[in-house]
Nanobody, 117 residues
Framework: QVQLAESGGGLVQPGGSLRLSCAAS?????????????ISWYHQALENPRELVAAIYSDGSTEYADSVKGRFTISRDKTNNTAYLQMDSLNTEDTGVYYCMMPGITWGQGTQVTVSS
């Protein structure tokens, strides 16, 4: 069973940066899985629904929410089955839990990001 594990969250001041990681594991099915499936990052603030932040598709194309365009960058390393979300110029509205998701497969458990002075 494939599992996703996020890491890299934390407390950062407005204007700062963080890099989130999403690592896939779990048996032979996880090997090379990033060659077949895309990864999406979602943001959930307080009791709001999860919103798509960024996605990278199996062909390498990317998509971003308007609110993060020019500030966030999604990438992946197929050799170690890890996806990344580089977050720059963070503001308080970016605070929340960030989840990675592999469509049709699974979600990660989330990592908390707090942007505060």
């Amino acid at each position: 069973q494939v599992q996703l594990a996020e890491s890299g969250g934390g407390l950062v001041q407005p204007g700062g940066s963080l890099r989130l990681s999403c690592a896939a594991s779990g048996g032979r099915r996880s090997e090379g899985i990033f060659r077949l499936y895309g990864i999406s990052w979602y943001h959930q603030a307080l009791e709001n629904p999860r919103e798509l932040v960024a996605a990278i598709y199996s062909d390498g194309s990317t998509e971003y929410a308007d609110s993060v365009k020019g500030r966030f960058t999604i990438s992946r390393d197929k050799t170690n089955n890890t996806a990344y979300l580089q977050m720059d110029s963070l503001n308080t509205e970016d605070t929340g839990v960030y989840y990675c998701m592999m469509p049709g497969i699974t979600w990660g458990q989330g990592t908390q990001v707090t942007v505060s002075s």
